[in-house]
């Protein structure tokens, strides 16, 4: 599997011949400046929940691409309102085979709502299984006794945990979080993008390496092999 950081919460998986993007917020986000949203190439684009640090970008990068868009209902619903097709309207608990392989949508402890207030649907995660290997993406979440689930489901490669604390888990609980879905090597999001979530990163590597685990903080527009 090959992943790219776009930065905040946004990464691009490339998993058995399929790239899946998930939550794009580069146009608003100053640390990604020198990322172009019409650069970026996707088959799938995923949504964890509705909040604007998530779907900034989703309908540009929708309407470039036309991938296969998985969302919560609401959130998926407002999207073919958009004129947008290929929309599969997913929720908490749902399982549903892509070409990758395939996709359930598990539980997030967090809100949802549109930058208007209105409603934005349950906020989640996805556990994404494939020939080529298995992974984790939280959401946006707190640490949450239902990831002990999640090796039930599948044998994680690598989960993708979010670190930032005040509005997520954040480093302690993240560690904690990777012992519940039984994977040690961590990618960490939704940190330093705002004044709030910003954290001491070489403090979080240390931690997760006393714990026996791995902390990976890629640079936005990093890709590597994991
Ligand atoms: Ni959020
Ligand atoms: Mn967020």
Redesign the pocket.
């Known amino acids: 599997m090959k992943l790219t950081f776009y930065g905040h919460a946004c990464f691009l998986v490339e998993v058995s011949g399929s790239k899946i993007l998930f939550d794009p917020f580069i146009t608003p986000n100053e640390n990604a400046s020198h990322i172009n949203v019409n650069d970026i190439d996707c088959d799938y684009l995923f949504l964890s ?1 509705a ?1 604007g ?2 779907i900034a970008d989703a309908v540009t990068i929708a309407q470039n691409c036309k991938p296969e868009i998985v969302a919560n209902y609401e959130l998926a619903t407002w999207l073919q309102g958009k004129e947008l097709s290929n929309v599969h309207p997913m929720n908490q608990g749902g399982s549903k085979a892509f070409d990758f392989g395939s996709v359930k949508v598990t539980p997030a402890i ?1 809100s949802s709502s549109f930058d208007d207030g209105s409603y934005g649907g349950n ?1 989640c995660g996805f556990l994404i299984t494939s020939n080529e290997g298995n992974f984790y993406y939280s959401g ?1 979440t707190a640490l949450d006794m239902n990831m002990q689930l999640i090796p039930r489901g599948a044998k994680l490669n690598f989960s993708i945990l979010c670190i930032g604390d005040t ?1 997520t888990m954040g480093v302690d609980d993240a560690i904690i979080a990777a012992d519940f879905v039984q994977c040690n090597k961590v990618v960490g999001m939704h940190f330093n993008t705002f004044p709030p979530i910003k954290i001491n990163t070489e403090d979080a590597k240390v931690k997760f390496r006393n714990a026996g685990k791995e902390l990976i903080l890629l640079d936005i527009g990093e890709t590597r092999d994991i």
Do not use: E, W
Request: hydrophobic share 10%; aromatic share 12%; charged share 25%.
């Open positions: 929940h909040h640090d998530h967090h906020p946006d509005f």
